[in-house]
């Protein structure tokens, strides 16, 4: 498994027509091949200067043959390194962007949910029962778009190096029976049992409450939305070597082999969302995985397709001192 995802990973670093799909770029304007270009270069220019300098006594031949290598060298390096600037001018950009348009998103989205309370509390008793049913429908949709803004907001945060964590001292056992606890709803009407497994005693952490809750949501909503039918999640809680494990095991459709190096990137969405007509933006696995490891813990996944997914994390636990 191991060597697989090694070699997965040699692959994608040379596959240069998927980087210059993934940069927006051309092929030969990929960091990758100017670096495969410029050793190209190097071997050819040392194997020159060697032939010329073994062929020819001329100082000045030899010197004109390293200027032309040197300018050579100079050329490629100065399109890496303008080839990286515009990819990061384009990266800030498009992080600015995304910040600033979510950011002016919230106040029509806080004013759409206030006429909506207004709404139910003044007028709720004379709207009938189709009206009612739009009204929800509009709450729902209010509410997912509330969502995808704090996603949004969250993403460029992480982009930027700005994600803020509140740290405080906190069970994580009673974290998570209550985050499983919030789901039960959708677990029903997805026909999904939710199951769970804690440690004995308490498990302390510090972490950032609600981002951490954030994550597990996210991992746990995905498990019950990728079970096509009947199916069962499992959460499980263990303790050691001064970390607290989180598993979340489901029954459900697995990610395809092809697609579990991607599972973790922005807007990313496997096929098998697609197929199943899931809902979801794609950032909520790379919202968790980055909360995860900014709070000092790891991420990581198990998948097969047809039979299921296990998503770990780990979190560095409070140590207590022995008098």
């Given at each position: 498994?191991k060597?697989?995802k090694i070699?997965q990973?040699i692959?994608d670093?040379?596959?240069?027509?998927?980087?210059?799909?993934?940069?927006?770029?051309?092929?030969?304007?990929t960091?990758?091949?100017?670096f495969?270009?410029?050793g190209?270069?190097?071997?050819?220019?040392?194997?020159?200067?060697?032939?010329?300098?073994a062929?020819?006594?001329?100082p000045?031949?030899?010197?004109?043959s390293?200027l032309a290598v040197?300018?050579?060298?100079?050329?490629i390096?100065?399109l890496?390194?303008?080839?990286?600037?515009?990819?990061?001018?384009?990266?800030k950009?498009?992080?600015?962007?995304?910040?600033v348009?979510s950011?002016?998103?919230k106040?029509?989205?806080a004013?759409?949910?206030w006429e909506?309370e207004?709404?139910?509390?003044?007028?709720s008793?004379?709207?009938?029962?189709?009206?009612?049913e739009i009204?929800?429908?509009?709450i729902?949709?209010?509410?997912k778009?509330?969502?995808?803004?704090?996603?949004?907001?969250?993403?460029?945060?992480?982009?930027?190096?700005?994600?803020?964590?509140?740290?405080?001292k906190?069970?994580?056992?009673a974290l998570?029976?209550?985050?499983?606890?919030a789901?039960?709803?959708i677990a029903k009407a997805f026909?999904v049992e939710?199951?769970e497994?804690?440690?004995?005693?308490?498990?302390?952490?510090?972490?950032?409450?609600?981002?951490?809750?954030?994550?597990f949501?996210?991992l746990?909503?995905?498990?019950?939305k990728?079970i096509?039918?009947?199916?069962v999640?499992?959460i499980?809680?263990e303790e050691k070597?001064?970390?607290?494990?989180?598993?979340?095991?489901?029954?459900?459709?697995?990610?395809p082999r092809?697609?579990q190096?991607?599972?973790?990137?922005?807007?990313f969405?496997?096929?098998?969302s697609?197929?199943?007509?899931?809902?979801?933006t794609?950032?909520g696995?790379?919202?968790?995985?980055?909360?995860?490891?900014?709070?000092g813990?790891?991420f990581w996944?198990?998948?097969?397709e047809?039979?299921?997914s296990?998503?770990?994390f780990?979190?560095?636990?409070v140590q207590?001192?022995k008098?």
């Amino acid at each position: 498994m191991k060597f697989q995802k090694i070699k997965q990973r040699i692959f994608d670093e040379f596959n240069l027509v998927k980087q210059a799909d993934e940069l927006g770029i051309k092929v030969w304007q990929t960091p990758s091949f100017l670096f495969i270009a410029m050793g190209v270069v190097i071997i050819a220019a040392m194997g020159g200067v060697y032939i010329v300098s073994a062929n020819y006594n001329s100082p000045e031949i030899l010197a004109l043959s390293e200027l032309a290598v040197t300018g050579l060298l100079f050329t490629i390096g100065s399109l890496i390194i303008k080839t990286v600037e515009e990819i990061a001018k384009a990266n800030k950009m498009k992080t600015e962007f995304v910040s600033v348009a979510s950011h002016q998103l919230k106040t029509p989205i806080a004013e759409i949910n206030w006429e909506i309370e207004l709404l139910q509390s003044k007028f709720s008793e004379g709207l009938d029962a189709k009206q009612s049913e739009i009204i929800n429908e509009i709450i729902r949709s209010s509410e997912k778009m509330g969502r995808l803004v704090n996603d949004l907001l969250d993403v460029a945060r992480i982009d930027q190096g700005q994600l803020a964590l509140n740290k405080e001292k906190i069970d994580i056992c009673a974290l998570v029976k209550e985050a499983v606890e919030a789901q039960q709803v959708i677990a029903k009407a997805f026909n999904v049992e939710l199951r769970e497994s804690y440690p004995i005693r308490p498990v302390e952490i510090i972490i950032d409450r609600r981002r951490i809750l954030v994550a597990f949501d996210n991992l746990v909503s995905n498990a019950i939305k990728y079970i096509d039918g009947h199916g069962v999640v499992e959460i499980f809680l263990e303790e050691k070597d001064g970390m607290v494990q989180v598993c979340v095991r489901d029954s459900g459709v697995g990610i395809p082999r092809s697609e579990q190096a991607k599972i973790a990137q922005k807007f990313f969405r496997s096929n098998n969302s697609i197929k199943n007509k899931t809902d979801g933006t794609g950032l909520g696995l790379y919202i968790a995985k980055n909360i995860v490891e900014q709070s000092g813990g790891s991420f990581w996944f198990k998948s097969e397709e047809g039979v299921g997914s296990e998503f770990y994390f780990t979190l560095p636990t409070v140590q207590t001192k022995k008098a």
